[in-house]
């Protein structure tokens, strides 16, 4: 369907408005002006800041750079969280743009993971896609293609390049015939204020009854406090690609339309603005 | 400690165990691929909120491996988690028979 295809390209080409800024105890041999970026929301923050990171060198010394770092007010972001995730978990209901510290010192061990060059990007996102692929076909869609499909896949993303990521994806969106969706639903919810990292569990797109599973019904399973009671004041926001998606959803449409490159479905809780 | 070993069949001595937290553990079957030095003892049972990098610290000091070399860990023999993820989600995810399977490697097994 046309409008179907439509919401790919804006998923895909959504992009973030975003102000980088060094952190005011590094060592600067000049004034660090702020680098202004549109950041892909589809993306990976160390794949899309080389700029920022050349940009911030330029006023410092060699020996005072070590490796890169991001951070918004005051919680470090983790490099392998998609962009758009992050963004709608800790900033979506503050003004834009988003404002994100920059470091090149004091590496937060425990908070994040290292990522020394491309190929640990490419290793995560690949995978990604290998465990949601696990989901959804018990692996079969990716182990019957190639290393050169697997490649294209994290070529299309690496270079925002629509048409040669989803000539792949589209396999890996798919289904038998007899089926009415994918196995498993290959999702994650998170929010900032638990402990946990995120839920991840099993779920089928279709009940017991043949009827598809909404997004109120995979709430209702895995994180029932994230609903509305019926007469209670709405006290979070669900958010996925910066909107919410009616509760009325059909997984199986989310998973197919709203999932990340990576082929999980990124789901935000996050507390309703007061105002 | 990061892992235990898992409960011994019945009718042997019984093991007096450290004081449990409330935490709930998850059993993990450790399989090695390829050359990898086998685990003399391949079942343990470990906290769901354990990571796999907590797991391959683990498996390293076990083997006797240098810090500096690699170990993967893969699930389902298809992918490798990530170093951050909890065992707890991935046997949620892809346990079976009541534990989770996990493939050790010191190279690249499947990608």
């Not at chain 1, 950041?39 to 006023?59: G, N």
């Not at chain 2, 042997?12 to 990898?36: C, H, M």
């Not at chain 2, 065992?87 to 050790?104: A, I, N, Q, R």
Request: hydrophobic share 35%.
């Amino acid at each position: 369907m046309t409008d179907d295809k439509d919401v790919l390209r804006d998923v895909w080409f959504g992009r973030i408005p975003t102000c980088f800024m060094l952190y005011q105890d590094e060592i600067t041999e000049r004034e660090a002006e702020p680098y202004y970026l549109l950041l892909p929301r589809i993306s990976y923050l160390t794949l899309v800041t080389d700029k920022v990171k050349k940009h911030f060198q330029k006023v410092m010394r060699q020996e005072d750079v070590t490796e890169i770092w991001f951070e918004y007010e005051g919680t470090p972001l983790k490099w392998h969280f998609p962009i758009g995730l992050l963004f709608d978990l800790h900033a979506s209901n503050t003004a834009l743009p988003w404002n994100i510290t920059v470091h090149f010192k004091n590496f937060p061990e425990k908070d994040l993971l290292h990522c020394p060059s491309k190929d640990v990007i490419e290793a995560h996102f690949m995978a990604c896609v290998k465990e949601a692929d696990a989901l959804k076909h018990k692996s079969q869609v990716i182990n019957e293609m190639q290393k050169k499909d697997h490649k294209q896949l994290w070529m299309g993303l690496q270079n925002d390049k629509f048409d040669q990521f989803w000539a792949i994806n589209r396999k890996l969106m798919e289904y038998p015939p007899e089926d009415s969706g994918f196995r498993y639903i290959p999702f994650r919810i998170y929010q900032v204020t638990t402990e946990r990292p995120f839920i991840q569990k099993l779920f089928r797109p279709v009940a017991a009854n043949g009827q598809l599973n909404t997004l109120g019904d995979l709430l209702k399973e895995v994180c029932p406090a994230a609903i509305t009671p019926e007469d209670g004041e709405k006290k979070n926001q669900v958010m996925v690609h910066g909107i919410e998606p009616m509760l009325e959803t059909p997984v199986q449409w989310l998973s197919e339309h709203m999932s990340y490159p990576d082929n999980f479905l990124h789901i935000s809780i996050i507390p309703q603005p007061t105002d | 400690g990061v892992a235990e070993p898992a409960p011994p069949p019945a009718g042997s001595p019984v093991i007096e165990e450290p004081p449990e937290d409330t935490k709930k553990k998850i059993d993990v079957l450790l399989k090695a691929v390829g050359d990898t030095p086998i685990m003399k003892n391949k079942k343990w049972t470990v906290e769901r909120t354990r990571t796999i990098q907590g797991l391959v610290d683990f498996i390293k000091k076990f083997l006797k491996l240098v810090a500096s070399e690699q170990l993967f860990i893969y699930v389902n023999q298809s992918f490798a988690p990530s170093p951050d993820q909890e065992v707890g989600t991935l046997y949620e995810c892809f346990g079976s028979d009541g534990k989770l399977v996990l493939h050790y490697c010191k190279s690249q097994a499947w990608g």
